[in-house]
């Protein structure tokens, strides 16, 4: 539903946040964790975009669309690759 993948997004969202900004404090104890944290996040924004190219994130095609490709951008991926690969959409045309 429309609630919970607005849910999923602001917990993406903000782990990603919160581990740039463990990043920026770059202490020993810090930047590793921070790190991992990105790291979980980004592989969450993945699974999102993959979501999103099925169009099973959102109930409506535009929609699952600009959220796919937005949260593709940080991983420097566009919709139609995910949405073209054999492991990652389901061969959906745009």
Do not use: E, H
């Amino acid at each position: 539903s429309f609630v919970k993948g607005l849910w999923t997004m602001a917990k993406l969202l903000s782990a990603y946040l919160v581990g740039f900004a463990l990043i920026r404090s770059s202490s020993a104890v810090s930047l590793p964790l921070g790190v991992i944290i990105s790291a979980m996040a980004l592989s969450g924004f993945f699974v999102v975009g993959v979501d999103c190219s099925r169009r099973t994130f959102f109930a409506g095609k535009a929609l699952n669309d600009f959220v796919g490709a937005l949260v593709l951008l940080p991983l420097l991926r566009s919709l139609d690759s995910v949405r073209q690969s054999p492991k990652g959409g389901s061969g959906l045309a745009t």
